[in-house]
């Protein structure tokens, strides 16, 4: 890999990619009087694949809750695209552009896969109230357009044949793959993933990580993901930070972090002194 | 035609009417319910708190007036002007959504996922707040209230019956009314439900709250929305049984009328609100024409509660509500 640049870099597959989109400044976390997270820095750079990995209760997932706002961090400052962020609420950040999954899926159940995918495109939608119940103008017009954009996601992420199913009856894999749809349907900045291979086969794995790899390099879209299975996170990201315990013990490409002391300590579980 | 048939029409005829009447308080406990999964138990106190309001505005009474009257020793009573029922609904809508707003910020900010039955016992708390705040505001005695929705004996179907059965039904025009009424406003429900944006997010909340947010619905925008709207069927329900009954106490007990109407059509199913109304309704004031004489009448109390206890044995979910699955 060449040389890190604060504009750009270029990746083990020749990707070039660019300057910050997201920078977190020694964030630290607390519940109570347990740290969930402890003075911890990194950024996320516009194109990568950067993931998050770390043996269970690292705190990778509050992590992500920080990202996408459902959790404030007492201390620490996040900046997205240069601008420092005040404290948000969840729903403040999403229409900012960062959208996210969840580690149990959080799905529309009742509703039909198209219907879910839809809801992604909310506020996109600008048309008034009177606009959109009598159908005329405006609302036309971006129902079409959505319409569009969601069935475009619909057909890259092969989930076609299920467009009018209700979500309820999908088995896991495809569940996943939906809120994976609903996420991108946003056309965010950064994707947050929170362990899109958990309680997948090996086939499903394969299939997640081909589509997450699309996704990157058809949409040029930024993902951060967390992810316990340590053979995909370094077949998938560019780069990689390690937790342990809440705090950050390694950060770089997936050939760094592997050969690093401590995340090789942390994996194999040597006695802390 | 035998006689009995053709009484038996028209019980049939004003029972459907009826059950207009409770579709439409139930309707104000599905869309809560559904959005939400609070059982509100103050539906039917919105419903007298709209009306007296909407007749305190109507008639220019001062809000509070006998409060102020007892703490200064004033002898206000009235603004001395009318509002035209048109502006005056209007407004008692601007006061509902302000209420709703109002439920959410003080009472429902701080209960987010609480157990329902702690969400319910804050319903029956606003319940009793509200009937109060009603009573200071406006006063306790009963009042007449009268929007200019035409009431009496409708003449065309009395004569048009006459003349094929030799005997005048007798359908009074309010009723008729209320029911285009109801139609619409259950047309523009369904219509905003499915098709709008502001819809869509109230599905979206009701399903998954956290996926809801991760989409960038705000939640609470979505409660205000949805007490608003409770409240805007709540004043419709208000304004058709003040107008029949006068606007009194007892109009807040027909929330009681809506439950079996809600165990019947399932709490989630706004079609099921409509449905269960109709066939309490129907049901209620036939069984009193047919078996009412041979018990000696009043059977209208207690048998939409039998029939609701029915179901409840024998199809718990109601007859539209989402089917009950346990997995293990």
Not at chain 1, 167 to 193: C, D, M, Q, T, W
Not at chain 2, 291 to 306: C, K, Q, S
Request: charged share 20%; net charge negative; with cysteine.
């Amino acid at each position: 890999m060449n040389q890190i640049t604060p504009d750009s870099y270029v990746t083990a597959d020749g990707r070039t990619i660019g300057g910050t989109v997201m920078e977190m400044k020694n964030i630290t976390l607390r519940f109570g009087g347990v740290v969930a997270i402890k003075d911890i820095s990194f950024d996320i750079r516009q194109g990568e694949i950067r993931a998050i990995i770390g043996p269970n209760g690292a705190g990778k997932s509050s992590m992500l809750n920080v990202i996408s706002g459902f959790y404030n961090p007492q201390e620490g400052d996040v900046f997205y695209k240069g601008q420092k962020r005040p404290p948000m609420r969840p729903y403040q950040v999403a229409r900012l552009g960062i959208a996210r999954t969840f580690q149990n899926i959080a799905l529309f159940e009742g509703m039909s896969v198209l219907d879910n995918v839809m809801t992604g495109r909310l506020h996109h939608m600008k048309a008034g109230l009177f606009s959109q119940a009598l159908w005329k103008g405006r609302a036309e017009r971006e129902e079409v357009e959505n319409r569009e954009a969601v069935e475009k996601i619909i057909d890259f992420l092969e989930i076609q044949s299920i467009r009018k199913t209700p979500v309820g009856r999908l088995p896991y894999g495809l569940k996943k793959r939906v809120e994976l749809a609903r996420a991108l349907a946003a056309e965010p900045s950064i994707l947050l993933l929170d362990e899109p291979m958990a309680g997948m086969n090996v086939e499903e794995k394969e299939d997640m990580s081909r589509f997450i790899l699309d996704v990157n390099d058809e949409f040029g879209t930024t993902i951060a993901l967390i992810e316990h299975d340590m053979g995909v996170v370094m077949d998938l990201s560019d780069r990689v930070v390690v937790m342990d315990y809440g705090k950050k013990i390694g950060d770089g490409t997936p050939d760094e972090v592997r050969n690093n002391q401590d995340v090789i300590d942390a994996y194999l579980g040597v006695a802390h002194d | 035609m035998p006689e009995q048939l053709i009484f038996g029409m028209e019980v049939f005829l004003n029972g459907l009417m009826a059950g207009v009447l409770y579709a439409l308080v139930a309707l104000g406990f599905v869309l809560i319910y559904k959005a939400s999964g609070i059982f509100n138990y103050a539906q039917g106190v919105m419903a007298l708190f709209s009306a007296l309001t909407l007749v305190g505005i109507m008639e220019g009474q001062v809000p509070f007036g006998h409060l102020v009257n007892a703490i200064f020793g004033t002898e206000i009573h009235g603004f001395g002007w009318h509002v035209p029922a048109f502006a005056a609904i209007l407004l008692t809508m601007g006061v509902m959504i302000l209420l709703a707003w109002c439920v959410q910020r003080f009472v429902f900010r701080d209960l987010v996922g609480q157990e329902p039955i702690i969400l319910f016992m804050a319903t029956i708390g606003l319940a009793y707040f509200l009937e109060g705040v009603g009573d200071l505001m406006w006063g306790s005695e009963i009042k007449k209230l009268d929007v200019g929705l035409p009431q009496g004996i409708n003449a065309v179907i009395d004569e048009t019956t006459f003349e094929w059965f030799g005997y005048g039904f007798f359908i009074d025009n309010l009723d008729i009314v209320a029911t285009i009424i109801a139609a619409l406003l259950v047309a523009a429900l369904v219509v905003f439900a499915q098709y709008t944006k502001q819809g869509r997010a109230m599905r979206a909340v009701a399903d998954d709250h956290q996926a809801a947010l991760s989409v960038g619905i705000s939640l609470s925008f979505v409660w205000v929305m949805v007490w608003s709207v409770a409240g805007f069927v709540a004043l419709v329900a208000g304004i058709m049984w003040g107008t029949k009954s006068g606007v009194q106490f007892s109009l807040s007990l027909i929330a009681l009328k809506a439950l079996p109407v809600l165990m019947l059509g399932g709490f989630t199913s706004i079609p099921g609100a409509i449905v269960g109304g109709l066939i309490i309704g129907v049901g209620e004031k036939l069984f009193e024409f047919a078996v009412g004489p041979l018990v000696g009448g009043a059977t209208e109390n207690w048998f939409a509660y039998v029939l609701a206890l029915v179901f409840l044995v024998f199809r718990p979910q109601g007859l539209f509500g989402e089917k009950i699955i346990e997995r293990v």
